[in-house]
């Protein structure tokens, strides 16, 4: 069952949205968790996880947490992803310090059709 709530908005026009008891921030992220939970069915992919929480840190001063939308392995490489409606500047300075402190690529999506 999918559920959205109309009376939260954020300033991006966001709706959380609710599959399978868990609420997500959009309804893209939660299609795209739809997706993502039939490849792994299909044996495409394993160990999806939700909300992973990765600690970026110099010199052992934390300065802040990235927290992943989906983690999962596809084809023996752990892939971290992000459903992105806006690449906010505090979304692009968190992507660069996971490449820079972690050596971590991330996989942006979006729920806009490629032309």
């Known amino acids: ?16 949205t609710t599959i399978e008891g868990i609420t997500f921030a959009s309804k893209g992220e939660a299609m ?4 993502l ?15 992973v929480g990765y600690p970026l840190a110099v010199n052992g001063f934390k300065l802040c947490t990235y927290v992943a939308d989906f983690v999962y392995e596809e084809a023996g490489t752990t892939i971290v ?16 310090m996971m490449k820079a402190l972690l050596g ?12």
């Open 1 to 16: 069952m999918i559920t959205a709530s109309s009376s939260f908005h954020s300033k991006y026009k966001a709706r959380r």
């Open 32 to 35: 795209r968790y739809l997706d």
């Open 81 to 96: 992803e992000d459903f992105k409606g806006i690449k906010t500047a505090i979304f692009r300075l968190k992507a660069k």
């Open 37 to 51: 939970k039939r490849l792994e069915q299909a044996g495409h992919i394993r160990n999806l996880r939700l909300q």
């Open 104 to 115: 971590i690529e991330l996989r942006i999506t979006t729920g806009r059709k490629k032309r």
